[in-house]
């Protein structure tokens, strides 16, 4: 049996899951990433997509959004501003992602623009994905 | 000296105020749990965050690259004051405690020549305000319509925020609510979020990589950081408010009570009376025969 740390998913409302997971695949930023046990302490921000954690109980899937996650070598803390678990993404959630962020996109100031208009793309691919 | 009927009358309608009382004293009792229970789901959200921004923030703070969030306009002229009250009454002190703590903060920032501008959340607040701080109002929020408190209105209202200080319409921002404390004591508390005050670094968190700069994360994360601190407050001034109707409400249930009490001794005394009276005018009566 492989070596676990402590995965913890934490939205503004409430915390979604705490278990001992293997391995924890997060989107971040600057690309996915894989925070095994051991891995070396990283604060990473986080950018639209699938976030999955795999543990002894199975793979745990989740939707986030904006929010950071926090890897230590015993665990990894992951705050996002929403995360919805996979099984319960529907069409009409997405779609209303993809308005809101477009929507934020068309009223964010020149400097900002470059970046809200890729978390629409981002969240468009996490549409792609979800869809599959 | 009102007549039997007259106070019957009232102690039946007593009666119906205390029934009503007590019925919101359960319902508020209800809701108090609830919002406790939601203000401690949020906790590890926000403990969190904070820690994460008080270490970027003690590595990055000094530089002259830190975000405006954090390090300011560089005046402290102009003061945004938000102040998050109620929707409904019946809750006893809570809307004026924090009212009062308004007050008195505005009245120091004035007398220290600096401009005070007020958005309000809740519209007990604002109908306190408006007497005297009226024309300093900006803006409102309205949350008549929300049933339960989630993390979109708190952004909503730092999104609103966040533009006023982008068009440079303050320098200071301070929100004012009621900390929860227990059912019944509420803290009516100020906290400066813009520029933000990032609490003291825990040590070891300097240890960290950071993906992408220090700086870019800490961009990223102060406009989340304000969002959850209004929706913490938000939520604290739910249980508060909650708490605040429920020992109201207890009392005014035990009030009703009492005066049930005092208006029956009364009702039974003028039946005495006036039994007694009937008697004497009978037997005075028989006696002149």
């Known amino acids: ?132 | 000296m009102p007549s039997l009927k007259d106070l019957k009358n009232r102690i039946g309608s007593v009666k119906n105020t205390r029934k009503i009382t007590k019925a919101m004293q359960m319902v508020a009792a209800a809701k108090l749990r609830r919002a406790q229970e939601a203000a401690e789901a949020a906790r590890p959200y926000a403990d969190r965050m904070n820690a994460v921004i008080a270490g970027l923030a003690a590595s990055v703070g000094g530089s002259d690259g830190a975000p405006r969030l954090l390090a300011g306009t560089g005046a402290d002229k102009v003061h945004l004051l938000v102040v998050m009250t109620s929707e409904r009454g019946l809750c006893g002190g809570f809307n004026t405690t924090i009212v009062r703590l308004v007050r008195a903060k505005a009245a120091e920032l004035l007398a220290a020549g600096k401009t005070v501008k007020i958005l309000t959340v809740g519209k007990k607040g604002r109908e306190q305000l408006r007497r005297d701080l009226g024309e300093y109002f900006v803006g409102h929020v309205d949350m008549a319509e929300v049933k339960r408190v989630g993390y979109a209105n708190a952004q909503d209202i730092a999104r609103e925020i966040f533009a006023r200080f982008e068009a440079g319409e303050f320098d200071v921002a301070t929100i004012f609510f009621n900390r929860f404390q227990s059912v019944i004591s509420q803290i009516p508390t100020a906290q400066q979020i813009i520029p933000a005050q990032p609490g003291e670094a825990a040590g070891a968190t300097a240890l960290y990589d950071y993906e992408p700069s220090e700086e870019a994360i800490l961009a990223d994360l102060l406009p989340r950081g304000v969002a959850t601190q209004i929706f913490t407050a938000l939520l604290e001034n739910g249980a508060s408010e909650q708490g605040a109707r429920m020992s109201a409400m207890d009392n005014a249930t035990r009030n009703a009570g009492d005066m049930i009490n005092r208006l029956t001794i009364q009702y039974n005394r003028s039946r005495q009376a006036a039994i007694t009276k009937e008697l004497i005018e009978i037997i005075s009566g028989a006696e002149a025969l």
Request: proline residues 4%.
């Open chain 1, 1 to 132: 049996m492989a070596n676990t740390l402590q995965f913890d998913l934490v939205s503004p409302e409430r915390k979604l899951a705490s278990v001992q997971a293997t391995e924890v695949q997060i989107p971040g930023a600057d690309g996915d990433m894989t925070a095994m046990e051991g891995h070396a302490a990283t604060i990473t921000t986080l950018r639209p997509g699938i976030l999955k954690a795999v543990s002894a109980q199975g793979t745990q899937a989740f939707a986030v959004t904006g929010g950071f996650a926090e890897i230590t070598a015993s665990g990894v803390t992951v705050l996002a501003e929403r995360a919805i678990p996979v099984d319960d993404l529907s069409g009409t959630i997405l779609d209303a992602m993809v308005q809101e962020a477009r929507d934020l996109a068309a009223l964010a100031p020149a400097e900002m623009k470059d970046a809200a208009e890729k978390t629409v793309q981002d969240i468009l691919a996490l549409r792609h994905h979800a869809a599959h």
